[in-house]
C-alpha cells in the first residue's frame, strides 16, 4: 500500500489527538479498580435507537463493556467527550449530540483545544418520556478548578493536564 493513498479525511490537528490520550489515561488510571472504562477514539458504538449506525466517539466512559455486537459496543456509556475540530464540530453540535442524547449518555463534554474550554452537558428528562442535554457549565482557565465529571465525582480531572500539549 502506497503512503499516497493514506488521507486524512478529519482535517484534525494533532492536538486533538493529545486531549483525547490525556483524558484515558488521567480517568483510566483512576478507574483501573471498578468495572468502567475510559476507552479513546476508535471504539465503536452501535444502537438500536440509532438504526444501528455506527458512531466513534473521541473518548467515553463505559461501566458496561460486555454487551458488543461484533466488534462495537452496544451498551451506553455514562461519558461522551468529543473534541472539536473544523471538519468536525457541525456534526459534533448536531448530529452526534443527537444521538448520544436519544440514547441515553448522562454527560457530554465539548472540549474546545484552540479555546481551551470543556462545555459540560447533562441528559435531562421531560414529563413526556423524552430527554434533552442541557449546558450544565463551561469550564475555563477562570474556573478550570471546578472541572470534574458529573457521572463520577469521585476522581480527579486535572485542567491543565487535559490541555498539556
Known sequence: ??????QDK?????????????????????????????????VQYQWHENNDKIVIPDASVN???RDRKNVSLTGIPRMVMEVLS??????????????YQKVGVSEYWIVDWR?????????????????YFYLYQTVTIENKEELRLMMFPYLNIDFDELFRL
Open 10 to 42: 478529519s482535517n484534525t490537528f494533532v492536538e486533538h489527538s493529545f486531549i483525547i490520550n490525556n483524558f484515558v489515561v488521567m480517568v483510566g488510571k483512576q478507574l483501573k479498580d471498578s468495572l468502567c472504562r475510559a476507552l479513546g477514539d476508535g
Open 86 to 99: 473544523d471538519a468536525t464540530e457541525e456534526y459534533d453540535r448536531g448530529e452526534k449530540m443527537s444521538v
Open 115 to 131: 479555546k481551551k474550554q470543556v462545555e459540560i452537558y447533562l441528559n435531562d428528562g421531560r414529563e413526556d418520556g423524552t430527554t
Open 63 to 65: 461501566c458496561n463493556t
Open 1 to 6: 500500500m502506497s503512503a499516497a493513498l493514506i
